[in-house]
T-cell receptor, first 117, second 113 residues
Framework: GAVVSQHPSWVICKSGTSVKIECRSL??????MFWYRQFPKQSLMLMAT?????????EQGVEKDKFLINHASLTLSTLTVTSAHPEDSSFYIC?????????????FGNGTRLTVT | SQQGEEDPQALSIQEGENATMNCSYK?????LQWYRQNSGRGLVHLIL?????REKHSGRLRVTLDTSKKSSSLLITASRAADTASYFC?????????????FGTGTQLKVEL
């Protein structure tokens, strides 16, 4: 149980275009999902917390107009990288927990490798 | 930065040996978790230890937590080639809303046949 599906697994796009990444909880409802960015051989950096039915909470330094997050249902959150540039190339990963509160492990999607040419 | 640090950054051992990774963090925590990441994939939860616990076991994994030193260690016993991956510690800060984790810098483990 507790499967998180992320799509696409990889995408190549041209500079200036927008890319949408989907994150779905397949067998549980996720009122909160998290979006991370990871550079090669580095740790995960939290970008934003996606809350179902309300606005996302962005971490300091993350441009909310560039990384649009929508959490329209209890099982789906999307991250749209708008007007992508080569420096946005990275590995993006989403996660969700089965229930809120302390001591709840996160379940991760398999990530999306974005390459902007 | 609140990010924790892990050492070593990289570790190469022979199959059958034990692997120990250490994690240090900066804030008071509710719990500390360890995750594994295979190259180019998402993270998989391994084990969670609460702030009032000192040691926890799960299969070949043993985790210790020393809140006075703000450190944790992950021991993988009798390692296998399939254990080759990156391992991250993550902390759930005390007073936070829960689930919002801060990840360490990671240890790349390579287990050779």
């Amino acid at each position: 149980g507790a499967v998180v599906s992320q799509h696409p697994s990889w995408v190549i796009c041209k500079s200036g275009t927008s890319v949408k990444i989907e994150c779905r909880s397949l067998d549980f409802q996720a009122t909160t999902m998290f979006w991370y960015r990871q550079f090669p051989k580095q740790s995960l950096m939290l970008m934003a917390t996606s809350n179902e039915g309300s606005k996302a909470t962005y971490e300091q330094g993350v441009e909310k107009d560039k990384f649009l997050i929508n959490h329209a249902s209890l099982t789906l959150s999307t991250l749209t990288v708008t007007s992508a540039h080569p420096e946005d190339s990275s590995f993006y990963i989403c996660s969700a927990s089965v229930y809120r509160g302390r001591d709840s492990p996160l379940h991760f999607g398999n990530g999306t490798r974005l390459t902007v040419t | 930065s609140q990010q924790g640090e892990e050492d070593p950054q990289a570790l190469s051992i022979q199959e059958g040996e034990n692997a120990t990774m250490n994690c240090s963090y900066k804030t008071s925590i509710n719990n500390l978790q360890w995750y594994r990441q295979n190259s180019g994939r998402g993270l998989v939860h391994l084990i969670l230890i609460r702030s009032n616990e000192r040691e926890k076991h799960s299969g070949r994994l043993r985790v210790t937590l020393d809140t006075s030193k703000k450190s944790s260690s992950l021991l993988i016993t009798a390692s296998r080639a399939a254990d080759t991956a990156s391992y991250f510690c993550a902390t759930d800060a005390a007073g936070g809303g829960g689930n919002k984790l801060t990840f360490g810098t990671g240890t790349q483990l390579k287990v050779e046949l």
